[in-house]
């Protein structure tokens, strides 16, 4: 699991980019996919999620 916190929305894609790519190798292992949630303005979580179909990305805003 990753927090990734932005300043402006011109951050925002290649953060969450590099963020989801490290955890694509766990997420890998485990067959399962990625989850990223809004935790808040310009904050995330990216974490392998098992309710995520493998080699799928989904955003949740919470």
Do not use: C, F
């Not at 963020?19 to 303005?41: F, N």
């Not at 904050?43 to 805003?61: E, M």
């Amino acid at each position: 699991m990753l927090e990734v916190n932005v300043s402006s929305a011109a951050e925002l894609d290649e953060a969450l980019e590099n963020a989801v790519s490290l955890v694509m190798d766990s997420a890998t292992h485990h067959k399962i996919g990625v989850m990223i949630m809004r935790i808040g303005i310009g904050s995330y979580v990216v974490r392998a999620h098992p309710a995520v179909p493998y080699g799928l990305v989904r955003q949740q805003h919470a």
